[in-house]
């Protein structure tokens, strides 16, 4: 028997904040809140399925920027220069941890400095 990735937490300030950012770039709802005031976000059919669900939990002590373990996404529905722009709208911005640039991926950053990568290949929304 093995495991699988059921839930991921991401230390925040505002889990708000985070919870609205992470919803729009992964299609994701609110799932519910925890009583510390976290919010779990995840896909529309809940927890339990293929994709994680996301828990922001408050903390006075997030560790932003380039975390040992940070998340990837690929595009589903548009190709990864359009994503990119649709990311940069929804408040994602670009970040340097050392790339050459001539990386096919970009390094973003969230809204509170946590660091992700948006990936060339397009994936099946399935």
């Known amino acids: 028997m093995?495991?699988?990735?059921?839930?991921?937490?991401?230390d925040c300030e505002d889990p708000e904040t985070l919870a609205a950012f992470w919803?729009?770039?992964l299609d994701y709802v609110e799932l519910g809140r925890e009583p510390d005031g976290g919010v779990e976000i995840g896909p529309p059919s809940g927890f339990g399925?293929?994709?994680?669900?996301?828990?922001?939990?408050?903390s006075a002590d997030p560790?932003?920027?380039?975390?040992p373990l940070h998340i990837?996404?690929?595009a589903t529905d548009r190709d990864?220069?359009?994503e990119l722009e649709r990311l940069l709208a929804l408040g994602?911005?670009?970040?340097d941890v050392g790339q050459t640039g001539d990386e096919d991926w970009h390094v973003l950053q969230d809204p509170e400095g946590n660091v992700f990568c948006l990936l060339r290949r397009r994936l099946?929304?399935?």
């Open 2 to 10: 093995a495991s699988r990735i059921s839930e991921l937490i991401l």
């Open 23 to 25: 919803c729009g770039v």
């Open 49 to 58: 399925g293929l994709q994680p669900t996301l828990i922001l939990s408050p």
């Open 63 to 67: 560790k932003p920027a380039k975390l």
């Open 72 to 74: 990837d996404v690929n």
């Open 80 to 82: 990864q220069e359009a």
């Open 92 to 95: 994602a911005r670009p970040a």
């Open 124 to 126: 099946d929304p399935a």
